[in-house]
């Protein structure tokens, strides 16, 4: 059995019997710190209804207390499900996502669907059908998907509409780009142009580094479908659905934001421009607070785009969140 990844410390925990690496499609989930919930993941993509054959790349990304490779193990040795387990060493949001693309790229170097989800999420029968045949049909190289929030604490399904929580959009067809990878499919081609590693690390412990890199495959050409029937549902503790967790998420979101475009920002005068804009937005959504607040009948929702101006503002001046740190996760 080869180990020769991208990264000589990553270490391989489980695979399942005779593993086929001419296989064409592969799940990557990246895991930390939820093995019941990894659980409940594994257990809806070995119920896929589907005559694709297709492998899953688990990443344990804490190699300290490593909770969820057992779980992922125990469904690739018994054979319920084809693929493999790997330790990635180096914690972080970018970090984990990446050990995930690259080992299924070199694992399984037939491969041409890459699709994603994460630990806390669960997948519909047909997701993975619907995703890989839009990919298929439509011709384009990434595709995208619903996560529904399911709260534990039912009394806060108004904020199925809050930004933070809600898809960003609603009708399958094409669209001019995604944000989030928690439900999504890339093509190999996208890794091949954009290059490696596929997740920036400079938001490792921020976040965003999936927006980045759609942003990136955007100005690079590829092109986006949205699937509204291949969802999947994302399940919400208490902790995130509190108000400090909405704004710190605003906040985070601001800082995404405001590291995207100043990336892309090739001279001074440019990055200048972006700084003037993140501060200008400001006073501009408070006029959009008051428009939504009129709407939408709920001060919670209103002030997101409030939030996420002052987080744009204040990442500007080096003050943002780092969610992504270990020492910031709940166990």
Known sequence: MSTEFAAPDRAWVATSPALDCSIETIICIPSFRRPKH????LESIAAQRTERRFAVVVVENDASRCEGAPVAAEYLTSGRLR???????????CQAINAAFETALATFPQAKNFLMIDDDEVASPDWLERMVQAAETTGAEIIGGPVWPNFD????????????????????????????????????????????????LRFNFLGGGDHDFFARARRAGFRFFWVTEADISETVPESRTSLGWIVRRGLRIGAINYHIERKAAQTIWSRTAVKAKMFGLVPFSLLRFTRIVLKEQQAVIAMHPMVVAIGSALAVLGIEPQPYSASKIAP
Do not use: M, W
């Open 38 to 41: 990894l659980r409940l993941t």
């Open 83 to 93: 693929g493999v387990c790997i330790v990635e060493p180096r914690q972080g949001n």
């Open 153 to 200: 604490d039912e009394h806060k399904g108004g904020l199925k509409r809050h930004p933070a929580f809600a898809p960003a959009y609603h009708t399958s067809g094409p669209v001019p780009v995604i944000y989030g990878c928690g439900n999504c499919l890339i093509r190999r081609a996208v890794f091949e142009r954009l290059g490696q590693p596929a997740f920036d």
